[in-house]
């Protein structure tokens, strides 16, 4: 039953799922070249007592559409951004990134990122300490185990 409930999200989704993983790919390469932009790199290596930290492991500058304007430049449409969990629309109908500010790190599965959690900064007290991708048609909470 359930593989056929994850078949049927494809069938809603704007995109088929190699262009899914592309937009996720490019969402994970954009976050890692900003890990050492703002408090997360030092952060990370700080908490795991290390010099390097794993690839991929980024940081979502604070602001309201760097992601998106990111992506909307590399052709990626908003139907694409909201399915794929990583934008979300204000109240007025604008799109705007999902994570701000935040430490994030990829849920991976054979080679392909499948989603993002990320982490508040620990000087903040707003807003929930982690942020789970939402359900998309490649993450689905509870089937997949963050680092295997």
């Known amino acids: 039953e359930q593989a056929v409930a994850h078949a049927a999200a494809w069938d809603d989704a704007p995109f088929p799922p190699a262009r899914a993983a592309e937009i996720n790919r490019l969402a994970h390469d ?3 070249t900003l890990l050492d932009t703002g ?6 290596r700080d908490r795991l007592r290390c010099t390097t930290v794993s690839d991929g492991v980024g940081y ?3 602001g309201w559409t ?4 990111h992506l909307r430049a590399r052709g990626v449409d908003d139907a694409e ?3 794929g969990g990583l934008a979300t629309t204000t109240r007025d109908g604008r799109l705007i990134d999902r994570f701000r500010d935040r430490l994030v790190l990829p ?6 990122t499948l989603g993002f959690v990320a982490r508040r900064p620990p000087a903040h007290q707003d807003g929930p300490k982690s942020l789970n991708p939402p359900a998309t048609p490649l993450f689905h909470k509870g089937e997949v ?3 295997w």
């Open 60 to 62: 979502a500058p604070p």
């Open 66 to 69: 760097h992601l998106v304007t």
């Open 145 to 147: 185990l963050y680092g």
């Open 30 to 32: 954009y976050y890692a």
């Open 39 to 44: 408090w997360a790199g030092d952060y990370l």
């Open 107 to 112: 849920i991976t599965r054979d080679d392909a």
């Open 81 to 83: 951004l909201l399915a």
